[in-house]
């Protein structure tokens, strides 16, 4: 009982170990460098993307400018006198100090350390300059940081002072106007005509006349320096700031004139806010999730808007940049490991066919061992060991080179491909021993033989229907749920469970597809058997009896059908990519080149189109009013969506020329509204608030609201995807003309009409935008990535055909040469093997491309590539063909190379020692 119940472990025999290694070197070495490469490949890509992640983060807040700061804002301390006036407080940058350190403090270790540190700004109101024929507007501004405020030098006059002497002031409420001296950047003086002691013409909203006195005039030392972006109009005159035709100026404030400009306005009037402006570099894609937690819960408890204390009231756009951009980092992550699943899938079948052929070689000399009395285990446990070795030793020369490669390295996604390399080597291998030494007999009786042809059929049968079933839950799961992580702010950009079926269901279809195959090819082999027999050419029986014989086996075209499929679909989802990157700048400028221009010279956008319309090389030019922002009711709601006035006949005759989606809905603009006095007009909405039927309203200044209907569906407009489009003859008979300020350019002569136009205005070429979306970080990853899994896939299975090639090639050769002794020549022998070799490559060369075809458009859609692409809508599957018959001129070609090889290798071959062999 004992004797039972005694462990042994596994007794090697370490010569036979080493002459194994020796004798199939060749195949040992070829499997290592498939999992050398591969490993290679799954250890840098997610390393590198996860560096084009960080990098898209840092560029999407730079881009965000000031609107990703972080904001807070707090009421002053009330300055109410003892005898009913306004108490002049000397400590008031003191008090700024303090709610600056204050507001510090309420950040927390993590966000803070992520911000720039503060600046300080206090804003007066916005005046009106009373003198000249041009409207203008005044602001006086206070900045401050730790180190106070931006460095400038006083080239005329000197800084602002106290406008008393004494510290304790009380001035009634109705009394005069407070005195309060500013200082004036050199181009706002020279613009006003202004200069030290002058008086600054102002006034307030309610007509009230202030005195604001020019103190000095000061040069910025850095005009680069962080804090000038909070007033730009404190180094020169911001147009359109204010309004349509509009120009801004500013004055600034010191420490001392300060306390006087909270006296010289009502005492509302003077606002203070800290900005924290982040640091770009130091943002990581993992680190967002937390600061975008850290700003909400900021919002979350900031005070009421209308709360007189001095609670803490933060606002900020930063979280709403970092979630975008994390759903742009999180549809990259998740489509790369799309691709990264097909590469494993079609690496591990490769590795099998590859541990069939060994075991095939080995078979004699298994057999051999087993019948001298090796035990499974101890046979077993050799295998294991050498092939963990070269699997091991592989995988980490292939992590070496991506660690060189990348700043870092995933080993994650090797260890499927290291677990097919040390597991199936040894597990066919023991099977194959067992086999040599198995005393089963083959039954005499028909009813067993069927029976275990039919237990057989049923546990392949099990086998399909399990993949099947995968296959489909991974597809309805794909577009139920799409391939983004549900919580997106707590997503780590590691694969977690729930995304592992979606992410598999490119594999998963392309086996299902091979499976397809793997049932019909046997069918049409037997087909064209029966066929070739009714021929009188032997040489077509012979090759069609050779295809039926190993049209069934399985490994061989499992691995051809899924890395041709796997190689189309990386093609098509890298071609996709690039002319969805086109086709969305097309779709952000709206045409070759786009002139936004400047509030103040809108007047003269009808003869700046003219004149460009007249330039060389240019075909049309279209212009509009585009109002962001614009306020619109329903009936319940204020919506601002992009308002959009345009010549309908000419925004769809630019439409029609250019790769813009056509809009077919535009007719209906020209047509009457569908109510008395409704103008019509065509919606757009990315949250369904705005959609046909809806009715709207136009406030106009000092006249009635005009009244839209909304009679279709508007394209997107510069990548805006709330919109309203209206007619500019329709909306000009309801009382409303437009002024034009938008200038879309189509045409080879574009960008040279649009750059020099004289006029202020901010030129967009799509040429431009479309270099800044190709480098894009993660974009251009996804496309690199791309197109190395293509390549990757497309010699893998080329490998794989050269694999299947090698495993028949004895029995294939054998019974060719036999048929020689019956007089079949040796060119007849080369096109019987051909006639085996070539019919499931060429169903391949076919079946594959269109499979990856289907399988883009079953999947391409859940990507949500839009994200990456800057399209409004998911780009349309791109097939480039021509890419595509590469791919099976490849397969045909390698196959074509294959007979000849063979040929030449066994021309040697003895005839005796052929017939003799296997009996």
Do not use: C
């Not at 993307?49 to 000031?66: H, I, M, P, Y």
């Not at 995988?395 to 491909?417: C, H, I, K, N, Y």
């Not at 093609?571 to 103040?600: M, P």
């Not at 308002?643 to 000419?650: F, H």
């Amino acid at each position: 009982m004992n004797r039972w119940l005694t462990r042994r472990w596994p007794a090697l025999h370490w010569p036979s170990v080493r002459g194994r290694g020796r004798a199939d070197a060749g195949p040992l070495l070829l499997t290592a460098a498939v999992i050398a490469a591969v490993a290679l490949l799954a250890g840098a890509a997610p390393v590198l993307l996860r560096a084009a992640a960080d990098k898209a983060v840092q560029d999407t807040v730079r881009r965000a400018g000031n609107d990703s700061n972080v904001l807070v804002r707090a009421n002053w301390e009330r300055d109410d006198g003892p005898t009913g006036g306004r108490v002049r407080m000397p400590s008031l940058a003191e008090d700024l100090d303090n709610f600056r350190a204050r507001a510090t403090s309420a950040l927390g270790p993590d966000l803070d350390a992520a911000l720039l540190p503060p600046l300080a700004a206090v804003n007066g109101p916005i005046l009106t300059i009373t003198d000249g024929s041009v409207p203008r507007t005044f602001q006086f501004t206070y900045l401050a940081g730790d180190l106070g405020g931006p460095d400038v030098t006083w080239v005329a006059g000197s800084p602002p002072g106290p406008a008393v002497s004494d510290e304790y002031v009380e001035t009634p409420y109705d009394g005069p106007p407070w005195p309060v001296q500013v200082g004036l950047s050199e181009v706002d003086a020279a613009a006003l005509d202004l200069g030290p002691g002058d008086r600054i013409p102002v006034r307030d909203g309610q007509g009230r006349d202030k005195d604001v006195r020019v103190s000095g005039i000061y040069r910025p030392t850095d005009s680069a320096d962080p804090a000038w972006r909070l007033a730009p109009a404190l180094l020169r005159p911001v147009p359109g700031a204010d309004g349509v035709g509009t120009t801004r100026f500013a004055g600034l404030l010191s420490r001392e004139s300060l306390p006087d400009a909270r006296l010289a306005v009502d005492e509302d009037q003077l606002r203070r806010a800290v900005h924290f402006a982040p640091v770009p570099d130091t943002l990581t894609w993992d680190g967002t999730a937390a600061l975008a937690s850290q700003v909400v819960k900021l919002k979350a408890t900031s005070g009421s808007s209308g709360d007189r204390e001095q609670s803490l009231k933060w606002e900020s756009q930063l979280d709403i940049a970092l979630r975008d951009a994390r759903a742009r980092n999180n549809a990259a992550s998740t489509q790369a490991a799309v691709l990264l699943a097909g590469v494993l899938t079609a690496t591990v079948l490769v590795l099998l066919l590859a541990a069939d052929l060994l075991v095939r070689r080995r078979t004699p000399v298994l057999s051999a061992a087993r019948q001298r009395g090796a035990a499974l285990p101890d046979l077993g446990a050799e295998l294991i060991i050498e092939s963990t070795v070269v699997s091991l030793s592989a995988a980490a020369v292939g992590l070496a080179l991506a660690r060189a490669a990348a700043p870092g390295v995933s080993w994650t996604w090797a260890v499927p491909v290291v677990l097919a390399g040390a597991l199936a080597g040894p597990a066919f291998g023991t099977l194959a021993a067992a086999r040599a030494s198995r005393d089963r007999r083959q039954p005499a009786n028909p009813a067993a033989r069927r029976w275990i042809r039919a237990t057989g059929q049923l546990r392949r049968a099990a086998v399909e229907a399990a993949v099947l079933i995968a296959a489909v839950a991974a597809f309805v799961t794909l577009h139920q749920r799409g391939l983004l992580p549900v919580a997106s702010d707590s997503a780590t950009g590691e694969l977690t469970g729930d995304l592992i079926l979606p992410v598999s269901a490119l594999a998963l279809g392309a086996l299902v597809g091979a499976l397809v195959l793997l049932r019909l090819l046997p069918l049409g082999a037997r087909f064209a058997l029966r066929q070739a027999l009714r021929s009188r050419r032997p040489l077509a029986v012979f090759s069609a009896a050779q295809a039926a014989t190993t049209a069934g086996r399985a490994l061989p075209l499992l691995v051809l059908v899924s890395t041709t499929a796997l190689a189309s679909f990386a093609l098509i989802l890298g071609a996709t990519a690039t002319r969805g990157v086109s086709d969305g700048a097309w779709s952000t400028v709206g045409a070759d080149a786009r002139l936004d221009v400047g509030a103040d010279a809108e007047a003269a956008t009808p003869a700046l189109a003219e004149r460009i319309a007249a330039a060389p090389g240019v075909e049309q030019v279209v212009v509009a009013q585009v109002t962001d922002s614009a306020r619109v009711f329903t009936e319940s709601t204020l919506l601002t969506p992009r308002l959009v006035i345009v010549d309908t006949a000419a925004f769809r005759r630019l439409l029609a020329t250019t790769p813009l989606p056509d809009a077919p809905a535009l007719a209906r603009l020209t047509a009457p509204g569908p109510g008395p006095g409704e103008v019509p007009a065509l919606v757009r909405s990315s949250d369904g608030d705005l959609r046909t039927g809806t009715r709207l309203q136009l406030p106009r200044e000092d006249a009635p609201a005009i009244r839209l209907a909304a009679v279709g569906t508007a394209p997107s407009v510069s990548g805006v995807n709330n919109v309203v489009i209206v007619d500019a003859a329709a909306l000009a008979d309801a009382g409303l003309p437009a002024v034009p300020n938008t200038v879309w350019v189509t045409g080879p002569g574009a960008e040279r009409a649009v750059s020099n136009t004289g006029v202020a205005s901010d030129v967009v070429l799509r040429a431009d935008v479309l270099r800044a979306q190709r480098v894009a970080p993660l974009t251009a990853g996804l496309v690199r990535l791309a197109w190395t899994a293509a390549g990757v896939l497309l010699a893998l299975g080329l490998l794989g055909l050269a694999l299947a090639a090698a495993a028949g090639a004895s029995q294939r050769w054998q019974t060719l040469t036999r048929l020689r002794t019956l007089g079949l020549r040796p060119r007849d022998a080369r096109w019987v093997a051909a006639g085996e070799l070539l019919p499931p490559v060429v169903v391949t060369a076919v079946y594959g491309p269109l499979l990856g075809a289907l399988l883009a458009r079953l999947t391409l859609g859940p990507l949500d590539l839009r994200l990456l692409t800057g399209q409004a809508a998911d780009p349309a599957a791109v097939l480039p063909w021509w890419l595509l018959g590469l791919v099976s001129v490849a397969l045909l070609a390698t196959a074509a190379a294959v007979v000849p090889v063979e040929s030449a290798l066994r021309r040697r071959d003895r005839l005796s020692e052929v017939l003799r062999a296997g009996e």
